[in-house]
Nanobody, 118 residues
Framework: QVQFVESGGGLVQPGGSLRLSCAASGSIFRAQTMGWYRQAPGKQRELVAFITNGGTTDYADSVKGRFTISRDNAKNTVYLQMNSLRPKDTAVYYC????????????WGQGTQVTVSS
């Protein structure tokens, strides 16, 4: 079963930057559109960015122009560069396919906490 391991989160001041990484086990990764999701306390998990296996990207309006998603298929890794961070970006960040396919529903990782605060 594919597993995702997210890393790179932390505490950052408003306006700061972080780069998240998500490493995936298994070859299924390379064929999938991959997404970064986030879940803030008391809220549902939301998709913030995705990238196709061909490199096409799209973003939620709330992060457009500030976040950049990328992937390295040779390393089975997807990245999220986050700039100009705001307190509302505080959440646990996860990766998975976008949309989440049935084979990957059980593959959610532990996520990585991002806290934006002064």
């Amino acid at each position: 079963q594919v597993q995702f391991v997210e890393s790179g989160g932390g505490l950052v001041q408003p306006g700061g930057s972080l780069r998240l990484s998500c490493a995936a086990s298994g070859s299924i990764f390379r064929a999938q559109t991959m997404g970064w999701y986030r879940q803030a306390p008391g809220k549902q998990r939301e998709l913030v960015a995705f990238i196709t296996n061909g490199g096409t990207t799209d973003y939620a309006d709330s992060v457009k122009g500030r976040f950049t998603i990328s992937r390295d298929n040779a390393k089975n890794t997807v990245y999220l560069q986050m700039n100009s961070l705001r307190p509302k970006d505080t959440a646990v960040y996860y990766c998975n396919s976008a949309p989440v396919i049935s084979a990957l529903r059980g593959s959610w990782g532990q996520g990585t906490q991002v806290t934006v605060s002064s």
